[in-house]
C-alpha cells in the first residue's frame, strides 16, 4: 500500500525550494537550510511567500507528489500535481452516480453518519476524561440528542433531510464545544462558528486544522483516480472539491480534537494571537509552527482501522477511504464505510 | 484478426493468468503500485546483463525487440531473441525472458514466452518451434517447446484477455493462497471486496449502539 510518509510543511517567508538530485534543497536567504530526499514526502505545502523551482514541481508531479500553496495564514491559494491518475472508467463510474439524486443521498448518508458518529464519541470521550471539570449535563445531553440522528440517518431518506439532520448535528455539536474548553477559559472560547474571518483563537484553529485535513484528503482522492471536485453531499459548485468536502466530514472531529488538546494541555496560549482591528484573528508564526508539529506527529499516530480491522498510520487513513470509495464505486463493497471511531 | 488500435499488452497476459482480478486492477484501473514500477525496472536491468555474454558468430542477439500479432491483438517487447543462423542460411527466431525467482508449476510465464513467439512468427512469417526462459534464482535456462498444446492454451488466453478489458467490470476477487505473494493485496482488498452485507454491517454495528 501507498507509504505513509511526511508532509513538508513550509512556514519560513522568502523561503526557496530547488531540486538537488533527488532532494528538495530548502534555501533561506541563499544558503540551504534543509535537504530532504524526496522519496521520504508525500506533500509539499507552501505558506505565504514561499517560491518553489518550476524543475522541483515537475519532479513532484512525476512521483505523484502533490506541492500546495496557502497564504501565510492558511488560506488555500493553489496547487500543482502531476498527470491525473489514467482511471478513466472509474470517473465516469463516479460522475453516473453523482448524477443519481438516490445514490448521492446515500453516499452522503455515510459521510453524515461518519461525522455525526465521531462528533458524538468526542463529546462522550470528553466527558468520560474530563466530566469532573466541566458541564457534562450539557455534554451528554448534546450526545444523547447526536444518538437520535444517528438513527433517524440508519435509514434511506432524500438529500434534502441528510442535509438537515447534518445542519441539525451541527449546531448541538457547535452549542456544547465551548464546554470542552476546560483551560486558559478567558482566552479560548467558542460560541459559534465563524470562518470568514475566524473571530476567535478557537475558530482561527479550527479553520487552518481544516484545510490540512482538507489538503491530505484531496491528494488521497487523486491519487486513488476519483476526482476531487465531483461530490455527493456537496453538489458541483465551480472551484469547490466537493468529494474532498464530503469526504472531509468524518475527519473533521479529527481535527477538533487536536484543536481541544492543544487549548487543553496549555500548548498554545492567548498572546500567540493577533486580534486585529475588525475583531478577524490569525495565529502567529510560533502557534502555526506548534499547531503544524503536532498535526504532523498526531498523522503518524498508529491506529486499528474500524472497517480493515487493520492497524495503520493516521496519516494512511485519508488514503485508505479514498481507496474504499472507489473500490464501492466499482462494485466491491456493499456501501461506503466511513471511519468511526469510538 | 484486431486492428492496431485493439492490440492489448502482451504482459497483461501473465497478468490474466496469475489472476484475472489482478489483470484487471492493472489494465482497466490503472492501480499500480509503487513497487510494480520499480520491480520491472530492475527485472530489464539485471536481464541485460546476464544475456550480453552470450553472443557467437552464429547467435545475434537483438535486445528489446518490438513485438506484436494482430491475429491475437497483442503487442509488446522481447527482452532478448538470439537469432541463430541456420544451414540453410536463414536466420531463426529464439525468444529468451528472464524472470527473477525460480521456476513456476504453471503456464504463466510459458504463454507469455510462446505469445512472444507467435508474434514473431507472424511478423517474420517463419515458424519457431523453441525458446527459453532463464531463471534467475536458478542461474540456468529452462527450454520451452512451443507445441500444439502451448499454442491453444496462449490463444485461449488472448481472446480471454481480450474479452476481460473490453469491458468496463473488474472481477471479484477470491481470496487464496496467492494473494499473500499478490503486490495488489492492499489494493484489491480480497478477504472484504465482493462480501455480501459487510458494510451495512459495520455501519450497524458502529452507529446504532
Ligand atoms: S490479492 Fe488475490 S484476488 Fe486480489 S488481485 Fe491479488 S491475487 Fe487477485
Redesign the pocket.
Known sequence: MKKHLNTLFVTTQGAYLAKEGETVAVRIEGKVRLRLPVHTLDGIVCFGNVGCSPFLLGFCGERNLTVSFLTEYGRFLARVQGPVSGNVILRREQYRRADDLDFSARMARAFINGKVANCRALLNRTVRDHGDRLDSEAVGDAANHLTGLLKSLGRDRPLDEVRGTEGDGAHVYFSVFDHLIIRNKEDFFFHRRSRRPPLDRVNCLLSFLYTLVMHDVRSALECTGLDPAVGFLHRDRPGRSGLALDMMEEFRPLADRLTLSLINRGQLQGKDFVVSEGGGVRMKDKARKTLLTAYQERKQDVLLHPFLEEKMPLGLFFHTQALLLARFLRGDLDGYPPVIWR | MYTEDDLLMLSALQHLL??P??CA?IHLEQAWTENRFTAEGRVLHERVHTAGADSRCTVRVEYDMPLRSLRLGLSGRADIVEMHLQEDSSWLPFPVEYKRGRPKKDDTDRVQLCAQALCLEEMLDCTVPEGALYYGQKKRRTPVQFDDRLRRVTEEAAARLHELLSGTVTPA????R??ES?S??DT?L?RTAGKKNQVRNYMTRMTQS
Open positions: 496469475f489472476c482480478r489482478q486492477l476477487p477470491e481470496y487464496s496467492r494473494c499478490c495488489f493485496i484489491c480480497p
